[in-house]
């Protein structure tokens, strides 16, 4: 038996086939050695997606050891390059725009930026609680005739609802040492407002003329009345928003154009076509600025919801400012020798529920094998390396294959547990080619690639190995 034959045998052994199947298939470029299980199912129960999260090390619950905090995650070693791929995907497709610039304001702002969006006034929810069991509901999220009959929705009690009453979003902070109201300032409930107050400082120091965008990437805080299903809706999250200015006027056809250039950035990151899809808000839905408002929504194991809207903001916003600010926030126009306030059209994504989608977008199980199946741009590591074994020989020629590939991909290696077990753990996490080093990339200088999807395997020549694995991620089909 020679060593290719006894990486066969080992791989045979964990996944439970046929070695002589599998040996042949080995030398058969691009055929499936492993076996496949069943159909392919989605993911159906969000437990699923938190426990394989805390497992791998995506998501954990804050402040674990203290018994968790309501609706706050943290990252973990993968999360938080899932995060990073997703938000470096936004900014580029952004800023790699000449019309579109970059910008990184304070979570904290003068309190009147806040009276001037409408945040003080309106940026409220409809709160109702239960005087039995002290649930607490949204009203307008409520069953309408639950409500109208005066039935908690939770303990079943009837005439133990209290009336509606406003609840204001924003988290409240003092300034300073003091903690008066005339110290009192907000957490940022969106990240919008940044960009509004720096419209000019912008335009003016990038030399912009309309129509131009500002992006900004960055946390907002809501104190939330049900936050809930996982990181879908929290306290504390990301958003990615881009502000557009534009001649008012031109505002419908710019707010066209973006719907189908961020439609486009969620199929281009691999996502489902079949579970996106558009929602226009209608004349009750519409927020107190918005002219116009679609809703990019996905289909999630609880159904439909919200992953980014876009909206005409018209004039509402940099009026305002103006307006609260007495300075002057007009635009001039030299060509045309005309002074306005644009109007915006804005794209405002989560960046925690953009990652929501890209794992729930992925996961597959075919009733034995689990693997999320992300495009390799967002997959944490594009490539995983295994020595076969444990033995100097197969070890050092794994380093040097790894300190080559991380010069221009991330990757990782992993030695432990037999090839199967590690080929399961990399397809948990999204890892989408393995790397195999046997004794025979000692003699000939070749390694198994294997496809995350198909299972199938290939031999190629180790020194082409990087230029192979960006080939095939640049043009990866989805
Ligand atoms: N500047 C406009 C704005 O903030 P929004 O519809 O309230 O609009 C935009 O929020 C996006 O921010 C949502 O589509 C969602 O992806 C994300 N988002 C809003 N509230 C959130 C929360 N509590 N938890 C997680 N993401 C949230």
């Not at 008066?180 to 335009?203: C, H, K, M, S, W």
């Not at 299903?229 to 881009?242: A, G, L, Y």
């Not at 969620?266 to 808000?281: A, P, S, T, V």
Request: with cysteine.
């Amino acid at each position: 038996m020679n060593t290719y034959q006894k990486s066969c045998l080992c791989v045979d052994a964990d996944l439970g086939f046929c070695y002589t199947l599998s040996t042949k298939l080995m030398s058969d470029t691009n055929a499936p050695v492993e076996k496949v299980a069943g159909p392919v199912q989605d993911l159906k129960d969000m437990n699923v997606l938190v426990s394989l999260c805390k497992q791998r090390g995506f998501v954990f619950p804050s402040s674990e050891v203290y018994g968790g905090i309501n609706a706050c995650w943290d990252y973990g070693p993968l999360g938080i390059e899932l995060k990073r791929n997703i938000k470096e995907l936004w900014w580029r497709s952004m800023t790699d725009r000449e019309d579109v610039e970059g910008i990184d304001a304070a979570i904290l702002m003068h309190p009147r930026v806040w009276e001037a969006s409408g945040h003080v006034a309106g940026f409220s929810d409809p709160m109702v609680d239960c005087k039995n069991c002290k649930a607490r509901f949204r009203a307008d999220k409520m069953d309408a005739d639950k409500l109208a009959a005066n039935e908690c929705p939770s303990c079943g009690k009837k005439g133990t609802l209290t009336e509606p009453r406003q609840f204001n979003l924003m988290f409240k902070t003092h300034m300073g040492p003091v903690e008066d109201t005339a110290n009192v300032v907000y957490l940022r409930p969106e990240t919008a407002q940044g960009i509004y107050v720096n419209f000019l400082n912008v335009q003016q120091s990038a030399r912009q003329k309309i129509p131009f965008g500002i992006a900004q990437i960055g946390k907002a805080f809501r104190n939330e009345i049900t936050p809930g299903n996982f990181i879908f809706r929290t306290r504390e999250f990301e958003q990615m928003e881009m502000q557009y200015f534009v001649k008012p006027g031109s505002d419908m056809e710019w707010f066209e154009k973006w719907k189908a250039e961020r439609i486009q950035w969620h199929l281009d990151n691999g996502i489902r076509k079949e579970k996106l899809r558009f929602h226009q808000h209608g004349d009750g839905e519409l927020a107190h600025y918005a002219k116009a408002a679609f809703d990019i929504e996905y289909e999630f194991p609880f159904g439909w919801q919200e992953l980014e809207g876009i909206h005409n903001r018209s004039d509402f916003d940099l009026g305002r400012h103006q307006e609260f600010s007495g300075k002057n926030l007009q635009y001039f126009d030299e060509a045309a020798k005309e002074k306005y306030i644009p109007y915006i059209v804005e794209t405002s994504a989560g960046c925690d529920r953009t990652l929501l989608v890209a794992l729930a977008d992925a996961y597959r199980f075919d009733g034995d094998r689990t693997w999320m199946q992300f495009h390799p741009n967002l997959s944490p590591y594009k490539a995983a390396i295994f020595p076969l074994m444990k033995k100097p020989e197969l070890t050092e020629y794994s380093d040097r294959v790894l300190a080559d590939l991380k010069k221009t991909l991330r990757v990782t290696s992993d030695e432990a547990g037999s090839i199967g077990k590690r080929y399961r753990r990399q397809d948990e996490i999204g890892t989408p080619f393995g790397v195999t080093i046997d004794y025979d990339t000692i003699t000939n200088h070749t390694v198994t690639l294997r496809h995350r999807d198909t299972m199938a395997q290939e031999r190629v020549p180790a020194e082409k190995l990087g230029e192979i694995l960006r080939e095939k991620i640049a043009h990866w089909k989805v």
